[in-house]
């Protein structure tokens, strides 16, 4: 079946370092690949995506790219904010039909001034 | 446009009742799907419906959880005789379908403890 393996948390850094966050996935065929951030207090939305292979997802300054022949798609931004303090879920859904959802166990950053 | 709206948004119950939990997803949107998110399971697939198709409950961890969805808009998630393990945060979303690989917008989610 579909899975997903996301790096361990927390993540504590500084402002304005580099952030990479590891997934990487196992899927039959041409998954799409999602993150999903999830701030304090707040619901879960999509953060960027990415649906074929080589295509590179951005948003808010982040970016992750779709390496099918690593099964990977690492999140990074070059210069962390405070207020990307939250919990990231990287996640796939199959290529086609039932476009449920599987998730990594999500990993927590924090960052501090 | 108004987002996927989850009620209620707290349910504190005791073992052994039974709990509904109602999503209304985004206007227009032919797909739903209902997860949980737990500390124990991190976000786990429940049960997702399609249209006029027959829903996947491949997610369902029990009998005692089912769903439906009425006109295929509202759905509500019910677990009868709740138990402990069953307290988590219960979130819907829905997505519009139309050509595939679209994207998935969360409700705030129904968050239940069950004592």
């Known amino acids: 079946g579909n899975s997903v393996t996301q790096m361990e948390g927390p993540v504590t850094l500084s402002e304005e370092a580099f952030l990479t966050i590891n997934c990487t996935y196992t899927?039959?065929?041409?998954?799409?690949l999602f993150w999903y951030v999830q701030y304090p207090g707040e619901g879960l939305q999509l953060l960027l995506k990415a649906t074929k292979a080589d295509d590179k997802g951005s948003n808010k300054g982040f970016e992750a790219t779709y390496r099918k022949e690593t099964t990977s798609f690492h999140l990074e931004k070059g210069s962390v904010q405070v207020s990307d303090s939250a919990v990231y879920f990287c996640?796939?859904?199959?290529?086609?039909?039932?476009?449920?959802?599987?998730f990594g166990t999500g990993t927590r950053l924090t960052i501090i001034p | 446009g108004a987002g996927v709206s989850q009620s209620p948004s707290n349910k504190v119950t005791e073992k052994g009742k039974d709990v509904e939990l109602r999503c209304d997803p985004i206007s227009g949107h032919t797909a739903l799907y209902w997860y949980r998110q737990s500390l124990g399971q991190g976000l786990e697939f429940l049960i997702y419906f399609q249209g006029n198709s027959a829903p996947d409950k491949s997610g369902l961890p029990s009998d005692r959880f089912s769903a439906e969805r009425t006109g295929g808009s509202v759905s509500t998630l019910t677990i009868q005789r709740t138990q402990q393990e069953d307290s988590a945060v219960y979130l819907c979303a829905s997505s519009s379908y139309t050509s595939g690989q679209e994207t998935q917008y969360f409700g705030p989610g129904t968050r239940l403890l069950v004592l």
């Open positions: 996640a796939l859904s199959a290529a086609f039909g039932n476009e449920k959802l599987t």
């Open positions: 899927a039959t065929g041409y998954p799409s």
